[in-house]
């Protein structure tokens, strides 16, 4: 089996991924920095000549928030004032920090000392056919 492993370096080819339950960044071969959402272009060293690497799915939590009010795809999971669900920004094990859902935590205990806690990536799928769409998160391990 052939990697595809040119997919342009754009949002429908990482939720493409998301899909696949693959968590893929782009990697800087020049300088080493790891890119989340991917980039096609190194800010740090600008590099032209990123690929795709697919990461580990280990990191931690380094902020969160309870969301009580939420967008609409979010409503309709069942998702409102007596039922929260938290997001957060996760710093993966290669570096590169992405937003996500958390799950695995009580919404309505927020605890400060979640900050740190080691996460394992897992893959939402929502929907059917066309409709189907699949969510990052991250749960507590
Ligand atoms: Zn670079």
Request: charged share 20%.
């Amino acid at each position: 089996m052939s990697e595809p492993t040119t997919r342009p370096f754009t949002a429908a080819s990482f939720n493409q991924y998301l899909a696949e339950h693959k968590l893929m960044g782009t990697r800087c071969p020049t300088c080493g920095a790891t890119y989340l959402p991917p980039r096609a272009i190194c800010p740090a060293c600008h590099g032209d000549a990123l690929e795709w690497v697919e990461l580990s799915g280990r990191g931690k939590l380094a902020a969160f928030t309870s969301i009580y009010v939420g967008p609409s795809a979010m409503v309709a999971e069942g998702y409102d004032r007596n039922n929260p669900y938290v997001s957060g920004i996760v710093e993966t094990e290669e570096g590169a920090k992405i937003s996500a859902r958390i799950v695995g935590v009580d919404a309505k205990r927020p605890d400060v000392a979640w900050i740190g806690a080691p996460l394992t990536v897992t893959f939402l799928d929502r929907g059917e056919g066309e409709a189907k769409s699949t969510v990052l998160a991250f749960a507590a391990s």
